[in-house]
């Protein structure tokens, strides 16, 4: 079975404090690895798409990373404003829905 | 561009009664839409995937009879929501898979509040 852990469940950063959230995965043919970003009461706002180990993907303070069993989201400098909830989730090859799993999200808090 | 709209974004309704919902996609067309609920403080949970011109494909545990997805054509899916109960009140929102345009991203809209009263 597919399956994505997003660590930790919720992070509490001052402004300006770097660090990362982790996503790690086990799935059968993996097609892709994407980042949400979700705000309360708001649909997710895509960040990024990963597809294969060693990529790298960045924008403003947000730089994504992917390995053959995880990702990470490095947030440089995070101001309030980066307060959100991050999602991961993987496409794997279903049929031919290519369906998005999803963690369950790493609520961030960045405090001024 | 990539921009999904969803209508209503919030409604109450009573228990019993049906409730639609609408999603459009507004600067692009596609084959493929997906419909997810989520609970409070929980991640999106896949209820079915919405295929323009079949019949959409449920996932495990979802009553087809219960929720109803259209997609009539390739910019609208509409979910709706039959015979409501107050167990059914969640956030919806539907996504929209980006097929024309060759990348294959899923953009989503900005949910749709359900209550049940």
């Known amino acids: 079975e597919d399956q994505v852990t997003q660590s930790p469940e919720a992070l509490r950063l001052q402004e300006g404090e770097s660090s990362s959230l982790n996503c790690s995965y086990t799935?059968?043919?993996?097609?892709?690895l994407f980042w949400y970003r979700q705000d309360p009461g708001k649909g997710p706002e895509f960040l990024f798409t990963l597809y294969s180990a060693g990529e790298e993907k960045e924008k403003e303070r947000l730089k994504a990373t992917l390995t053959k069993k995880e990702s990470f989201l490095h947030i440089t400098a995070p101001k309030p404003e980066d307060s959100a909830t991050y999602l991961c989730a993987v496409r794997v090859n279903s049929g031919s829905a290519r369906q998005l799993t999803f963690g369950s999200g790493t609520q961030l808090t960045v405090l001024p | 561009g990539a921009v999904v709209s969803q209508h209503p974004s919030w409604v109450i309704c009573k228990s019993g009664t049906s409730v639609k919902i609408e999603c459009r996609s507004l600067d692009f067309q596609a084959t493929t839409m997906f419909w997810y609920r989520q609970f409070p403080k929980q991640s999106l949970m896949l209820m079915a995937t919405?295929?323009?011109?079949?019949?959409?494909?449920?996932e495990q545990g979802v009553e087809k009879d219960k929720f109803l997805i259209n997609h009539a054509s390739l910019t609208l899916s509409t979910l709706t929501v039959t015979s409501a109960h107050p167990e059914d009140s969640s956030f919806y929102i539907c996504?929209?898979?980006?097929?024309?345009?060759?990348?294959?991203?899923?953009?989503f809209g900005p949910g749709t509040r359900l209550t049940v009263t």
């Open positions: 799935v059968s043919g993996l097609r892709g």
């Open positions: 919405s295929n323009e011109g079949s019949k959409a494909t449920y």
């Open positions: 996504s929209a898979r980006d097929t024309m345009g060759g990348t294959y991203e899923q953009y």
